[in-house]
């Protein structure tokens, strides 16, 4: 999972980047200000949630590939 080209307002604000499973169990997070990538192996097949929040309400836009 790789996220990247960040953009926040205002500029410069963290993005947190959490996996969870379908109970809501965190699998892996990741943060950063200009992109983060998360390497997730041995996953068991099933639903996962995909959770992007900018820091101190900053609203931003960026890219996300799912390979």
């Not at 604000?13 to 499973?21: A, D, I, R």
């Not at 995909?50 to 609203?59: G, I, N, S």
Request: glycine residues 10%; hydrophobic residues 40%; proline residues 3%.
């Amino acid at each position: 999972l790789n996220v990247a080209s960040i953009a926040t307002t205002p500029a410069g604000k963290t993005v947190t980047m959490g996996v969870y499973n379908s109970s809501g169990g965190q699998i892996q997070t990741a943060y950063g200000t200009t992109g983060a990538t998360l390497n997730l192996t041995n996953l068991a097949a099933g639903t996962y949630h995909v959770l992007l929040q900018p820091y101190d309400a900053a609203t931003a836009t960026l890219d996300v590939e799912i390979q």
